[in-house]
């Protein structure tokens, strides 16, 4: 599930092949979408941001993707197969030494330099938790627009903080200890900057390109609480729960013993949380 670590991480794995190639041929699925006037244009920068990625040109355009739930950008061989349906390719971009694919976006134009400025979803994008430096007093200015939103949709608005993403929510509030129906209003500045710190710093543990993880141990479980509904937690036992959230309805996995107050991390990104020793 593309999240802020997926994109920083495809943004670094296209940037060394794409950056300086010539496009030789584009193709897309969609007839509206103008590939034909890609050919000659050069890459002169891969960019992520949040979610989105962007593939900027020397003429001064943009294309533009996010990749939702089941998108994905892959790098070929002249000539290799496709691990994906070609059916499912939205846009086809030959360099010199190989083609680069997008597969099922949710999003995909081409922009002008003016048309970027004006993309609400960019020009709205809170702090990117990936930047090297994030400014807490705009973090918490952002949080407390909305005190009366329950943190676990709070952490999904991309305009508040961008990159988490649905399985990030429910690990990060579980390293939180903090419920997820909780609203903004009635958690401390010292909580909200706590969670973003410790989506920061698994979001950054998480750009080796290995499988997604938020746990140390060498168990063979890599999360916390997203995808066990109805087993037992790790730390006290009890089931994790399961419920949809949000107008969009996205699920939020939680225990409803390790997370019933919102008090500080007991497991930090660095720390296992102590483990019952049923589980």
Same mark, same amino acid.
């Given at each position: ?9 495809? @943004? ?16 897309? /699925? ?41 998108? *994905? ?80 949709? @709070? ?21 939180? /200890? ?50 066990? *509904? ?13 419920? /949809? ?29 102590? /483990?019952?020793?049923?589980?």
């Amino acid at each position: 599930m593309p999240e802020g670590d997926t994109i920083f991480r495809t @943004a670094t794995r296209l940037r060394p092949v794409l950056v300086g190639g010539s496009i030789q041929a584009a193709r897309a /699925r969609e007839p509206s979408f103008p590939a034909d006037s890609l050919v000659g244009c050069t890459f002169s920068a891969v960019e992520a941001r949040g979610k989105h990625l962007l593939m900027h040109l020397d003429d001064a355009r943009t294309i533009h993707s996010h990749l939702g739930m089941h998108g *994905s950008w892959h790098l070929y061989r002249p000539g290799e197969r496709w691990q994906k349906d070609p059916r499912r390719a939205a846009l086809e971009l030959e360099i010199p030494i190989a083609v680069c694919v997008c597969f099922s976006p949710t999003v995909l134009q081409l922009l002008s330099a003016d048309q970027l400025l004006r993309v609400r979803q960019l020009a709205q994008l809170g702090p990117d938790l990936l930047a090297e430096q994030v400014d807490d007093a705009e973090v918490l200015r952002r949080f407390r627009i909305h005190d009366r939103v329950p943190i676990g949709e @709070a952490v999904m608005n991309q305009t508040i903080v961008a990159g988490i993403g649905n399985v990030y929510k429910s690990e990060v509030l579980f390293l939180a /200890r903090t419920n997820p129906w909780t609203t903004v209003g009635r958690l401390s500045d010292a909580q909200i900057l706590n969670i973003v710190q410790t989506a920061r710093q698994w979001l950054a543990k998480n750009l080796t390109g290995d499988p997604r993880r938020t746990r140390s141990a060498l168990d063979g479980r890599r999360l916390w609480v997203y995808g066990r *509904s109805g087993r037992p937690c790790l730390v006290c036992g009890r089931r994790i729960e399961l419920r /949809r959230q949000g107008d969009s309805g996205r699920t939020t996995y939680w225990c409803a013993q390790c997370q019933r107050d919102g008090g500080p991390a007991e497991a930090g990104p660095d720390r296992e949380a102590p /483990r019952i020793t049923s589980c």
